[in-house]
Structure formats: structure tokens, C-alpha cells
């Protein structure tokens, strides 16, 4: 898997792993979302596919973090009064969804596993996150607390991912988790400004536009 090359992240030596684990960022603040996944070793698509859904809500990406399964499928319903232009150039996912206006939902597989970042071509702070063949996974919620899943091992097959990775030029980081504190090498992107083209949509819906 190509995409999981990234720096490992290992810490002190301990007896056993902690069954909850607190991970802050680069300033010591606490990081929700973060995942540790366990991705498939021999990746096939599920005999079972779920249908998942990252809507656009406040020109937002709802929910900004998917994890799913080989063979997956998720609609991107528009619940905005504006269109969008969703898209992603990510390896196990090329797509785009040409500007679409509200009510339309299309839908699209996921049968490559790896992770898939999802944009929109006319509001640059929308930015959504897809992780694809997780045969084991775990969520970090607002206070950075963790629970690792019952399946935990240090055996070098499970890896840390956020959003902010992205922009500091990460890849999904190997970890052996031997402390119940971890802190990543990430911190908040800057916020972005709003795009000429965004601009000129927000201008054309205020004369009655479409």
C-alpha cells in the first residue's frame, strides 16, 4: 500500500497498551477525529455494501470523516440553497460532480482502498476526508480520548490519520501504541479566504441567480 509510507510515530516503552489513549496536536491541544485503523490486508469488497452519506450542509462537508468498507457507496446530497462542485483527485477515488444544485444527491463507489480527500471546486474551506477498507478502526472525540478496539496489538499493522495531516504533507503514520499520551506533528490549517468563483456565485444568488 503505497500510501501508507509516512513517519512512524512510536513512544516509551510500556508493559501493555492503555485501554483509552488522549492525542493532542502540535500544540498540545486535544485532536478530534483522529482514526486508528487496521486496514485489510487482502482487501476485498464486502458481501454487504452500505450505502454512507457526506452531505453539504452550511457549506460544509456533514459528516467531514467517513470510514468505510471495500465496495461501499456514498451519496453527497446538496441540502445547501447554493450549488456545488464536488470532486477529488485522490489515487483510489478520481471523481468529480459537475456544479449541482440543491435536492440532487449523486452517488458513487468506493472499491479501492486508501484514503480520499473530497473538495468542492467553488467553496475552498469544504473539505471532506474517506477512508476506504478499514477492517478495524477507532474515533478520537473532542477531548482527544481514544479507546482502543478490543483487537489491539503492536504487531506494525495500524496507523493514525487526520485531516490536518494533509496540509503538513503526511501520510497515514504507523504507530505502536505504548502510552496513553500521543501527540502529532499537526496543527490547524489557516483559515481559507472565500474564492473569486464562490464570489461571483454569492453575487449572482443575491441578483436571483442560479
Avoid: K
Avoid at 84 to 97: A, I, K, L, T
Avoid at 143 to 164: C, I, T, V
Amino acid at each position: 500500500m503505497t500510501f501508507l509510507s509516512g513517519l512512524s510515530v512510536v513512544v516509551a516503552l510500556a508493559a501493555s497498551p492503555p485501554a483509552t489513549i488522549t492525542i493532542v496536536d502540535a500544540q498540545g491541544d486535544a485532536l478530534e477525529n483522529v482514526v486508528l485503523v487496521r486496514f485489510s490486508a487482502e482487501p476485498t469488497a464486502t458481501e454487504h455494501p452500505t450505502e454512507h452519506v457526506m452531505a453539504q450542509v452550511n457549506r460544509q462537508f456533514s459528516p467531514q470523516l467517513l470510514v468505510i468498507q471495500h465496495g461501499d457507496s456514498i451519496s453527497f446530497p446538496n441540502n445547501d440553497a447554493v450549488r456545488h462542485h464536488v470532486y477529488s483527485f485522490s489515487s483510489p477515488r478520481v471523481f468529480e460532480f459537475e456544479l449541482y444544485s440543491s435536492g440532487e444527491s449523486p452517488t458513487l463507489d468506493f472499491p479501492e482502498q486508501g484514503v480520499v480527500v473530497v473538495g468542492c471546486n467553488i467553496h475552498d474551506q469544504m473539505e471532506g476526508h474517506i477512508i476506504v477498507g478499514a477492517d478495524s478502526f477507532a474515533l478520537s472525540n473532542a477531548q482527544g480520548q481514544l479507546q482502543l478496539p478490543a483487537n489491539y496489538s503492536d504487531n506494525g499493522e495500524w496507523y493514525l490519520w487526520h485531516g490536518w495531516m494533509l496540509n503538513a504533507g503526511q501520510q497515514p503514520q504507523q504507530i505502536s501504541v505504548t502510552t496513553n499520551h500521543v501527540q502529532l506533528d499537526v496543527e490547524a490549517p489557516p483559515a481559507a479566504n472565500q474564492s473569486e468563483l464562490e464570489s461571483r456565485f454569492q453575487r449572482r444568488t443575491l441578483r436571483g441567480g442560479h
